[in-house]
């Protein structure tokens, strides 16, 4: 899928812990180099995907989220501080995620995705992450990716539950046959504890790394629920809807 980048011996010191994992190794990391994540939103949830993916090396970041930094962030936003609230999200996020590696190639864009946008967003892309809370931005990104055949992560919380699978156009299920329609009454602002959207966020950002170096097995067809109130897990398998207007065919 992407093209293995060499690497630098500053990158090989960086990285040389994760090195030493089986199956990954000095080939994933100069694969995940190559690579072009977009993240959509950079606030809870996306914010600690991208955070983790530069940590781990990726080469390219798309971050996408308009908006300036409100107090009610910082319960959350781990890429936004204090001293910046009234200032760009997504700059916050440019800055931050910079003091942690350099060497990160940045795209940041001011702008949630909607359908004017998304199909230039995802072609960018080698993967997408989709943080976002409102589903006519979940559903505009699940289109595009299916068209474009790219890998789609779905990330998702409300209040101390998440959720998380992984689309592989052609091969598995899409986030419309999971919701042919959006929930009823579902409204931006939700119950959330910033560890809930750490949680999930760190395991969308895992996801997007096996898929981009190949490493184990990703989320495809399965649908990883958990209740963090009594830290139950479920795993349950997903299916094409035959008559869904994205994916059939």
Same mark, same amino acid.
């Given at each position: 899928?992407?093209?293995?980048?060499? $690497? =630098?011996?500053?990158?090989?010191?960086?990285?040389?812990?994760?090195?030493?994992?089986?199956?990954?190794?000095?080939?994933?990391?100069?694969?995940?180099?190559?690579? =072009?994540?977009?993240?959509?939103?950079?606030?809870?949830?996306?914010?600690?995907?991208?955070?983790?993916?530069?940590?781990?090396?990726?080469?390219?970041?798309?971050?996408?989220?308009?908006?300036?930094?409100?107090?009610?962030?910082?319960?959350?936003?781990?890429?936004?501080?204090?001293?910046?609230?009234?200032?760009?999200?997504?700059?916050?996020?440019?800055?931050?995620?910079?003091?942690?590696?350099?060497?990160?190639?940045?795209?940041?864009?001011?702008?949630?995705?909607?359908? =004017?946008?998304?199909?230039? $967003?995802? /072609?960018?892309?080698?993967?997408?992450?989709?943080?976002?809370?409102?589903?006519?931005?979940?559903?505009?990104?699940?289109?595009?990716?299916?068209?474009?055949?790219?890998?789609?992560?779905?990330?998702?919380?409300?209040?101390?539950?998440?959720?998380?699978?992984?689309?592989?156009?052609?091969?598995?299920?899409?986030?419309?046959?999971?919701?042919?329609?959006?929930?009823?009454?579902?409204?931006?602002?939700?119950?959330?504890?910033?560890?809930?959207?750490? =949680?999930?966020?760190?395991?969308?950002?895992?996801?997007?790394?096996?898929?981009?170096?190949?490493?184990?097995?990703?989320?495809? /067809?399965?649908?990883?629920?958990?209740?963090?109130?009594?830290?139950?897990?479920?795993?349950?398998?997903?299916?094409?809807?035959?008559?869904?207007?994205?994916?059939?065919?």
């Amino acid at each position: 899928m992407t093209e293995p980048t060499a $690497l =630098t011996p500053e990158e090989q010191a960086a990285y040389e812990w994760q090195l030493d994992v089986p199956g990954f190794a000095e080939a994933g990391q100069e694969r995940l180099k190559g690579a =072009t994540a977009l993240v959509s939103r950079v606030g809870g949830l996306g914010g600690v995907v991208a955070y983790e993916l530069a940590a781990a090396g990726i080469g390219r970041l798309v971050l996408a989220h308009a908006g300036d930094i409100e107090p009610s962030d910082l319960n959350r936003q781990l890429l936004m501080t204090h001293d910046a609230v009234g200032t760009s999200r997504v700059r916050s996020a440019e800055r931050r995620l910079k003091e942690l590696n350099p060497r990160l190639v940045i795209e940041a864009v001011p702008e949630n995705i909607d359908a =004017t946008n998304a199909a230039r $967003l995802v /072609g960018e892309a080698d993967v997408v992450i989709d943080c976002s809370p409102l589903f006519e931005e979940r559903f505009a990104m699940n289109s595009e990716a299916v068209r474009q055949h790219k890998p789609l992560v779905e990330c998702a919380m409300y209040e101390l539950q998440a959720q998380i699978t992984t689309v592989l156009p052609g091969a598995t299920p899409c986030l419309a046959c999971i919701y042919p329609e959006p929930p009823p009454a579902w409204k931006r602002r939700f119950p959330v504890f910033g560890a809930v959207s750490g =949680t999930v966020g760190c395991l969308g950002a895992m996801e997007a790394i096996k898929v981009l170096s190949g490493l184990g097995e990703p989320l495809a /067809g399965r649908l990883l629920i958990m209740d963090l109130r009594d830290m139950q897990f479920r795993m349950m398998t997903i299916e094409q809807r035959p008559d869904c207007p994205v994916c059939a065919g």
